[in-house]
């Protein structure tokens, strides 16, 4: 069974960076593939960015395309959500899971999808 786990929230002023990383084990196939979502208070969630273990460009939300970057490191089994240019409306909690559909314009769970416990981003001042 899949387990991810995401590590490196906290708070950050605006403008500012953060790097998110998601560690992952018990996938069953070579090929997967990887989401970041987020779910602010009273929001719905909503998808951030994606990657697979193909060698595909990551989709990104338009939301964050040109302050997010997601990469990966199939040795050591992460994938890290580099964030830039934060804004307060970045702030949620931001979750990492397997399964997912993968898209140009970022994530959509699939059904059969995997989640880790979340961790808080908060953008203040």
């Known amino acids: 069974q899949a387990q991810l786990a995401e590590h490196g929230g906290g708070l950050v002023q605006p403008g500012g960076s953060l790097r998110l990383s998601c560690t992952h084990s018990?996938?069953?196939?070579?090929?997967?593939?990887i989401g970041w979502f987020r779910q602010a208070p009273g929001k719905e969630r909503e998808g951030v960015s994606c990657i697979t273990s193909a060698e595909y460009d990551p989709g990104y939300a338009d939301s964050v395309k040109g302050r997010f970057s997601m990469s990966k490191d199939n040795v050591e089994n992460i994938v890290y959500l580099q964030m830039a240019e934060l804004k307060p409306e970045d702030t949620a909690v931001y979750y990492c899971?397997?399964?997912?559909?993968?898209?140009?314009?970022?994530?959509?769970?699939?059904?059969?999808?995997?989640w880790g416990p979340g961790t808080q981003v908060t953008v203040s001042s």
């Open positions: 899971a397997s399964d997912v559909v993968c898209a140009r314009n970022g994530p959509r769970p699939s059904g059969y999808d995997s």
């Open positions: 018990g996938f069953t196939r070579a090929y997967y593939a």
